[in-house]
């Protein structure tokens, strides 16, 4: 095993993964002094970290439903880090026994235990899966138990933080995040976001009188809950949170990356000013900055729609027509779904058949009942997929109909090639303006030509009035005839 756990990390991350699971298994069996077996869980903590850094990276660039060899690993990462973490725990009975050094103070132990747990969250949130069983009520455990033994000056290895509060802290915020609305890049930013400024998390003696606030029964396997979903409890072990300051920060640091400042001078990860990473950050605060409501009721139903799955799928849907030429219907994104319940402002939908690839929160996809009915255009609001056979989505829906047309912005770039978009109408009850839906980044310049029609080419211009809708895979503006054309 010693011999293992000092070889390099070899290039097939699976059969490492394999290997890990079955190595931490035999370190539970074997008969050791608990020196020993800490000492050898130390190694272990270091390399599967080191995976799991490895693993995330790869998961960045997935789309949804995952694979059954990339879901394989991350079963078995979340196996090891379970794994990890009750290694650790098992420390922690001994505690009162244990050596007087920083590397194993209760408080280190429990914040090694705890990252464990955090990595096994962040993987199940990435590919869209619940959270572990027992993981939320471990963490409330362990969160109270370091806190009788909390050292200020737990040992910190570098670039991984050892406080358990601040540890506990982001846990909480990612929950509360709402991360099934993100896709794995975006939860793999907040999870490198909150590593760095989860402390500014707020840990409430009692409820505060506005809302803005969660609770948590620390005594079940529950994570944090707005009182707007659902009224805490006169009883239990309750714990109340706020994420208010850390909204602000957040609120502060987009503020400085659009103002120009480089990632790096606010201590965040670069990929935070690339593409998407703005809007994955406004997000974030804003979900921070105050719970979501829900505006409309539920209407339960149980019909079948097709849903086509993809903005450029759907785009070349609407300008060729439901079987263009060369194209079989199959290879169009389109398949059937099961409609759970509906609103006003949208539609929960479960799999029923047909190959299902390229999904993301934030990713554009068009639903109609019957082939002889409009396509409603909607935004991927959250996805859960507890196995490949079973995605639930929750749509949000942006527009009744639409037409396709393609966008050249006015950015005095010769060689910008138009962008394909979707034109969608004036609503009163969305917005007042018609408005047009493109692949993110694309938004280049206020004014812009809009080009649509097959036999008559007709070109019109537009001036933005409002960029309403931003994710990693789309975005959505407002727009008005340019008062000053060309």
């Excluded at 914040?111 to 747990?117: F, K, V």
């Excluded at 199959?330 to 759970?340: A, I, N, P, R």
């Excluded at 004036?426 to 310049?445: D, K, N, W």
Aim: with cysteine; hydrophobic share 45%.
């Amino acid at each position: 095993m010693l011999d293992w756990l000092a070889s390099p990390i070899p290039d097939d991350a699976a059969q490492d993964l394999a290997q890990l699971s079955g190595e931490l298994a035999a370190l539970g069996r074997a008969r050791l002094e608990e020196a020993h077996f800490h000492r050898i869980l130390d190694l272990f903590y270091d390399r599967t970290l080191r995976l799991s850094h490895t693993l995330k990276s790869d998961l960045c660039e997935a789309s949804l439903p995952l694979g059954k060899e990339m879901r394989a690993m991350a079963a078995l990462l979340i196996t090891a880090c379970l794994g990890l973490a009750a290694g650790y725990e098992r420390v922690l009975v001994g505690a009162d026994r244990l050596a007087h050094s920083k590397r194993r103070q209760p408080a280190t132990v429990a914040a090694r235990a705890l990252r464990g747990l955090a990595e096994a969250l962040e993987v199940s949130y990435m590919i869209a899966g619940p959270p572990p069983p027992d993981l939320w009520h471990r963490a409330h455990v362990l969160a109270k138990a370091a806190k009788s033994h909390f050292e200020p000056t737990a040992t910190v290895i570098p670039g991984i933080s050892l406080d358990v509060e601040k540890i506990y802290k982001g846990l909480l915020a990612l929950a509360a995040a709402q991360p099934e609305g993100f896709s794995p890049r975006e939860i793999a930013l907040a999870g490198d976001y909150l590593a760095q400024f989860s402390a500014a998390v707020s840990l409430l003696p009692a409820p505060q009188e506005e809302d803005a606030w969660y609770w948590v029964d620390a005594s079940r396997d529950m994570g944090p809950v707005p009182p707007n979903r659902r009224i805490p409890p006169n009883h239990g072990d309750l714990l109340y949170c706020s994420f208010q300051l850390l909204s602000r920060l957040l609120g502060e640091q987009v503020s400085a990356l659009e103002a120009g400042m480089p990632a790096g001078n606010l201590r965040l990860p670069e990929r935070a000013a690339g593409q998407g990473g703005i809007a994955a950050l406004k997000r974030l605060q804003a979900h921070w900055a105050q719970p979501p409501h829900r505006h409309h009721a539920r209407r339960a139903n149980n019909y079948r729609a097709q849903i086509c799955i993809g903005l450029s799928e759907l785009w070349h849907l609407l300008e060729h027509g439901d079987a263009p030429e060369g194209i079989e219907a199959g290879e169009q994104g389109m398949t059937e779904w099961m409609v759970l319940n509906e609103s006003p402002s949208g539609y929960a939908v479960m799999h029923v058949a047909g190959k299902v690839a390229g999904l993301l929160p934030g990713s554009a996809i068009a639903l109609r009942p019957a082939a002889d009915k409009p396509w409603s255009i909607c935004v991927v609001r959250w996805m859960k997929s507890e196995n490949p056979e079973h995605i639930e989505l929750g749509l949000e829906l942006v527009s009744p109909s639409a037409r396709s047309v393609q966008l050249i912005f006015r950015n005095n770039d010769p060689s910008q090639q138009p962008t394909p978009g979707l034109l969608l109408p004036a609503i009163p009850a969305l917005r007042e303006h018609a408005a047009v839906l493109a692949p993110s980044g694309a938004y280049g310049a206020r004014r812009f030509f809009i080009v649509s029609g097959n036999h008559r080419t007709r070109v019109m211009q537009g001036r933005l009035l409002s960029l309403d809708l931003q994710t990693g895979a789309v975005e959505l503006f407002q727009f008005e005839p340019d008062p000053y054309p060309m």
